[in-house]
């Protein structure tokens, strides 16, 4: 085969490149943007797509823009078509573009939104519980989402938290979110969590559409479980979120939004004892001057005992101190106790890694031990065929005879003279007659 005609790679792609830069130098075309992104170098980067197509568009850093790119807009691009040959494919360089209206999409979402909104779906927020002890989240069970969420959650607030799987994109969405919330509902009150997370990573308004049903946002409403949404990243925008009664921008913001944590409650807790014991200590003094004020302001009046009126006073004021000091050691006893329900939280949870790592090197071990076992065991096996082969029993002298099918002669009463006959031996076999 010739080989000096071959184009290499780089070479095929300047040619695509010539050619396109030459017929499709100056183009107008039509679409509704997807998948939009700004990069911080200036550049603008997007999809543009109709009902059955795709192609993918670039606005350089300059290009004078006189409007925000978003996606679902209707646009018109003026530009010309060239290859990326890094990535081998073809796109689309917009030099000017105008917006047409809304995109389909675009329009079915607004619509859908203003409707939910004049029946007061997205009215209804509950309060979230300051301490929660129990979360449940709905995504993916795998990728980076649930590992970050987790992660935080041991670093702000140990609890326990219990994972629905759901499919993130694609047409179980709605589905899986609903089953999600079913399961969760169904649960006794004991088991049942404090909140609902519904998570899940960034992506186009395709890839979000799921979130977007009309059914999911109205279960979503009627959830008698406290819900937070933590669907994309912080300019991803889905009608799940106005239903539920959080919208957090990430995931692991949804984490610590929900979640206390532990460092800033401690310190917290010390200053309002700090707090305590110098209003308590100020309010001592005040008082201790008003004391004596009261005692000078009665020794000028002679028309009472003196001792009599001095005795009053100490009553009072053993009463009043006595009675503020029991207000301030019920406080530092609730500040204790508070203290103390912290640590125990963090020592629970340090125990239970400890435990969760020796139950994971005891599975380890049995495995291995298990492994082992099966391992001799196919060994001893493995003995026992070769040692049963017949081809074992051949390399001691013996041989095998076949007839022309192939059938074994085990008796001398079945062969006939001038039959045909295999005999085999370890080594290799021989064909022949009798005579």
Not at 29 to 57: A, M, P, W
Not at 166 to 175: D, E, L, S
Not at 210 to 226: C, H, K, M, W, Y
Request: aromatic content about 8%.
């Amino acid at each position: 085969m010739e080989t000096s005609s071959a184009l290499t790679v780089t070479e095929l792609s300047i040619q695509l490149k010539q050619t396109l830069d030459k017929n499709f130098s100056q183009i107008l075309v039509q679409g509704e943007i997807s998948g939009y992104k700004c990069h911080i170098s200036g550049h603008h980067y997007f999809s543009l797509k109709d009902d059955k197509n795709i192609i993918d568009g670039v606005c350089w850093k300059g290009t004078s823009l006189k409007m925000t790119l978003k996606d679902g807009m209707q646009v018109l691009c003026q530009g010309k078509v060239s290859v990326y040959g890094a990535r081998s494919k073809y796109q689309i360089l917009v030099s000017h573009l105008w917006e047409q209206g809304k995109g389909a999409l675009l329009e079915q979402l607004e619509r859908l939104k203003n409707k939910l909104q004049l029946e007061g779906i997205f009215d209804q927020k509950r309060p979230l519980p300051s301490f929660p002890q129990h979360l449940g989240i709905l995504t993916s069970p795998t990728g980076a989402v649930i590992q970050d969420m987790l992660n935080r959650c041991k670093a702000r607030w140990p609890c326990r938290i219990t994972l629905f799987p759901i499919q993130v994109q694609g047409t179980r969405v709605a589905a899986d979110v609903l089953l999600g919330l079913k399961y969760f509902h169904a649960l006794p009150e004991k088991e049942r969590p404090e909140i609902l997370i519904i998570a899940r990573g960034g992506g186009s308004i395709e890839d979000l559409w799921g979130f977007q049903e009309e059914t999911l946002v109205r279960g979503v409403a009627s959830s008698s479980i406290p819900t937070v949404s933590a669907i994309g990243h912080e300019t991803d925008t889905t009608l799940v979120d106005y239903a539920c009664d959080l919208r957090a921008p990430t995931p692991t913001a949804a984490i610590e939004l929900v979640l206390p944590h532990r460092k800033e409650l401690e310190e917290r807790l010390k200053s309002l004892v700090k707090r305590v014991e110098n209003n308590y200590n100020t309010f001592l003094e005040v008082c201790i001057i008003k004391y004596k004020n009261l005692i000078q302001h009665y020794r000028e009046f002679e028309r009472y005992p003196e001792e009599y009126l001095m005795q009053n006073l100490d009553d009072l004021w053993d009463k009043f101190y006595h009675s503020v000091k029991r207000y301030y050691e019920r406080k530092q006893t609730l500040f204790l106790r508070l203290e103390a329900k912290i640590h125990q939280k963090w020592a629970d949870t340090r125990w239970a890694d400890a435990q969760i790592s020796a139950w994971k090197e005891r599975l380890i071990h049995n495995m291995s031990t298990q492994i082992q076992k099966k391992e001799e065991t196919l060994k001893w096996m493995k003995h026992r065929l070769n040692s049963s082969s017949y081809k074992k029993i051949l390399s001691r002298g013996f041989s095998l005879t076949q007839d022309t099918s192939g059938a074994l002669i085990t008796s001398s009463k079945n062969i006939n003279s001038k039959q045909a006959i295999r005999i085999i031996w370890h080594d290799g076999s021989l064909t022949g007659h009798l005579d």
